[in-house]
Structures are given as C-alpha cells and as structure tokens.
Nanobody, 112 residues
Framework: QVRLVESGGGLVQPGGSLRLSCAAS????????MSWYRQAPGKERELVAD????????SYADFVKGRFTISRDNAKNTLYLQMNNLKPEDTAVYYC?????WGQGTQVTVSS
C-alpha cells in the first residue's frame, strides 16, 4: 500500500534551516508528481511546493519563494524540502502528498 513517512522536523531558531524528508513506498515513486503542504494551528492546510515526477519542474507558494527548495531522489524514493531563513510564521505540521495520499506529518517549530 502507499506509504509516505515524513521526518526532519524540529525546533529551530528564526533564521535557521531544516531539511525535511519524505520516504515513499508502495508505489512507483518516479511516476508521480509530489507536493509538500503545511498546516498551522487554527489554519487550513496550504500548498508549500510541488515537483514533477522527474524533478524537472518545481513551483512554490509566494510565502516560501527564495527560502525553500523542493527536490527528489527517485533512486531513493525520497522527497525533500530544504527550508532556509525560517520564520516564526513557518511553524506548522508539514506533510508530503501524492495525489490522494498523505503522510502523517512532521512538526516544525520556529521560535527563539
């Protein structure tokens, strides 16, 4: 069955960096576009970034452009999100998504 497992979240100070990973299994990873979403407390889940199946094209929400980078390693069946210059408003649970399937999420907290 489709399984998506996020990792790499944690507590970081403003201006810091984190790299999230999403390990995929149960499907042919290289055949699917993938996305990162996030959900902050009391807010709706929102799209952060997505990437095509080959990694040749990416897109980003305006609020992360220039700070976050989505990438993938199809040989390792893994999706990544490099997050730099983190801000308190980036605090949220981050999820990876493939079509209708979601991971369990990883918490990112940006605080001094």
């Amino acid at each position: 069955q489709v399984r998506l497992v996020e990792s790499g979240g944690g507590l970081v100070q403003p201006g810091g960096s984190l790299r999230l990973s999403c390990a995929a299994s149960g499907f042919i990873f290289s055949s699917y576009d993938m996305s990162w979403y996030r959900q902050a407390p009391g807010k709706e889940r929102e799209l952060v970034a997505d990437i095509t199946r080959t990694g040749g094209s990416t897109s980003y929400a305006d609020f992360v452009k220039g700070r976050f980078t989505i990438s993938r390693d199809n040989a390792k069946n893994t999706l990544y999100l490099q997050m730099n210059n983190l801000k308190p408003e980036d605090t949220a649970v981050y999820y990876c998504k493939r079509q209708y399937f979601w991971g369990q999420g990883t918490q990112v907290t940006v605080s001094s």
